[in-house]
T-cell receptor
Framework: KNQVEQSPQSLIILEGKNCTLQCNYTVSPFSNLRWYKQDTGRGPVSLTIMTFSENTKSNGRYTATLDADTKQSSLHITASQLSDSASYICVVSARTGANNLFFGTGTRLTVIP | NAGVTQTPKFQVLKTGQSMTLQCAQDMNHEYMSWYRQDPGMGLRLIHYSVGAGITDQGEVPNGYNVSRSTTEDFPLRLLSAAPSQTSVYFC?????????????FGAGSRLTVL
């Protein structure tokens, strides 16, 4: 069964600290993995996409990693800011079918001053 | 470009009432979809469309209808609202169905059914 699991469910960190969010998946055949950021009361916005051959990709203070062998991804946030407070959703795409996206339940990050 | 526009942003219904959530995109995207988001459950696909005149069911289609008469519009109809349909609804679009295409989401519509 195609599934995406994220951990932790929620996280509270101090402003300026780093954090890492985890995503494990069983989606097959794998196409790519995206991390989305969802601010409160808004729709999700794509942060980064990882394909099978990519191990690391950065977008400013956000760095995503992918281990396709163990089917794990992480999103590392460096020097957190208050504006990083949001839910982060891992979405894995399969290579087959039009209904081919599998969503994690998200990690709720709260950055406090 | 406005992107994906959803209306209304908030709606309260009584059990048994019907309504339509509107979704419009101005990016000429072929793929459009509706999701509901409930606490602890993530985004679940209700219905999707790969082009004008083509629609299909997602994971949780019961109680909802859709149509796609134009590329731009993809309304979601609740036929007879039930309290279990209380949720936040998101419309999303992308250029195609390839996983390489990023989804552009609307701002969401919060529906409460009493």
């Amino acid at each position: 069964k195609n599934q995406v699991e994220q951990s932790p469910q929620s996280l509270i960190i101090l402003e300026g600290k780093n954090c890492t969010l985890q995503c494990n998946y069983t989606v097959s055949p794998f196409s790519n993995l995206r991390w989305y950021k969802q601010d409160t009361g808004r729709g999700p916005v794509s942060l980064t996409i990882m394909t099978f051959s990519e191990n690391t990709k950065s977008n400013g203070r956000y760095t995503a990693t992918l281990d396709a062998d163990t089917k794990q991804s992480s999103l590392h946030i460096t020097a957190s800011q208050l504006s990083d407070s949001a839910s982060y959703i891992c979405v894995v795409s399969a290579r087959t079918g039009a209904n081919n996206l599998f969503f994690g339940t998200g990690t709720r990050l709260t950055v406090i001053p | 470009n406005a992107g994906v526009t959803q209306t209304p942003k908030f709606q309260v219904l009584k059990t048994g009432q019907s309504m339509t959530l509107q979704c419009a995109q101005d990016m000429n995207h072929e793929y459009m979809s509706w999701y509901r988001q409930d606490p602890g459950m993530g985004l679940r696909l209700i219905h999707y469309s790969v082009g004008a005149g083509i629609t299909d069911q997602g994971e949780v289609p019961n109680g909802y209808n859709v149509s796609r008469s134009t590329t731009e519009d993809f309304p979601l109809r609740l036929l007879s609202a039930a309290p279990s349909q209380t949720s936040v609804y998101f419309c999303a679009s992308s250029p195609g169905t390839s996983g390489a295409n990023v989804l552009t989401f609307g701002a969401g519509s919060r529906l409460t059914v009493l």
